[in-house]
């Protein structure tokens, strides 16, 4: 089954920029999509459309797609971004999710 | 403002059954497919179904085939899933999620989630 593969984890000071990535063969062909998720909170959408953010979301979060992987890039991280982030797309069978990444805010 | 709320989690023995209900409301229901995701304790993210506008396209993750039926009631603005045969690895947190799009799909809004335990 289609796979996206994420980096357990990624720490950055605030104020830095973080980069989180996602790889799946089928990235070049299918969208992906970024979602925040807080402990103890549902998930929010961050980026849609590889690289659109949806209003409300701050403009710091931003995203990108090269081949088979796509980066959620977050400019002048804050405390408040602490949570973890997962990536979505799609193949065949339906949604796939990434297994996601815990971001460390130092 | 968008509102999904979730109900009917709770405990129960394996090859038992629940369903779950989700209420929806802030937008036209009718004009959006619609998606349960469910989260196992301290795991990722699982899509389980999804549901065309007009309930006439159903889809499932191969884990819950034959087993879970998702159904929508546009005239009460309700999504529902049905699930039956219960297994310890159905437990999670279930959420109703408004879904974008009807090849690429993605979810814009979430519910904030119903605990399913499956447990003796």
């Known amino acids: 089954s289609y796979e996206l593969t994420q980096p357990p984890s990624v720490s950055v000071s605030p104020g830095q920029t973080a980069r989180i990535t996602c790889s799946g063969d089928?990235?070049?062909?299918?969208?992906a999509y970024w979602y925040q998720q807080k402990p103890g909170q549902a998930p929010v959408l961050v980026i849609y459309k590889d690289s659109e953010r949806p209003s409300g979301i701050p403009e710091r979060f931003s995203g990108s797609s090269s081949g088979t992987t796509v980066t959620l890039t977050i400019s002048g991280v804050q405390a408040e971004d602490e949570a973890d982030y997962y990536c979505?797309?799609?193949?065949?069978?339906?949604?796939?999710f990434g297994g996601g990444t815990k971001l460390t805010v130092l | 403002e968008v509102q999904l709320v979730e109900s009917g989690g709770g405990l129960v023995q394996p090859g038992g059954s629940l369903r779950l209900s989700c209420a929806a409301s802030?937008?036209?229901?009718?004009?959006?497919?619609m998606s349960w995701v469910r989260q196992a304790p301290g795991k990722g993210l699982e899509w389980v179904a999804n549901?065309?506008?007009?309930?006439?396209?159903?889809y499932y993750v191969d884990s819950v085939k034959g087993r879970f039926t998702i159904s929508r009631d546009n005239a009460k603005n309700s999504l529902y899933l049905q699930m039956n045969s219960l297994r310890a690895e159905d437990t999670a947190v279930y959420y109703c999620?408004?879904?974008?799009?009807?090849?690429?799909?993605?979810?814009?809004?979430w519910g904030q989630g119903t605990l399913v335990t499956v447990s003796s």
């Open positions: 979505q797309s799609a193949d065949s069978s339906g949604p796939v």
């Open positions: 999620a408004r879904t974008v799009g009807a090849t690429t799909y993605y979810f814009d809004y």
């Open positions: 089928a990235l070049p062909k299918q969208y």
């Open positions: 549901i065309k506008q007009d309930g006439s396209e159903k």
């Open positions: 802030g937008f036209t229901f009718s004009s959006y497919w």
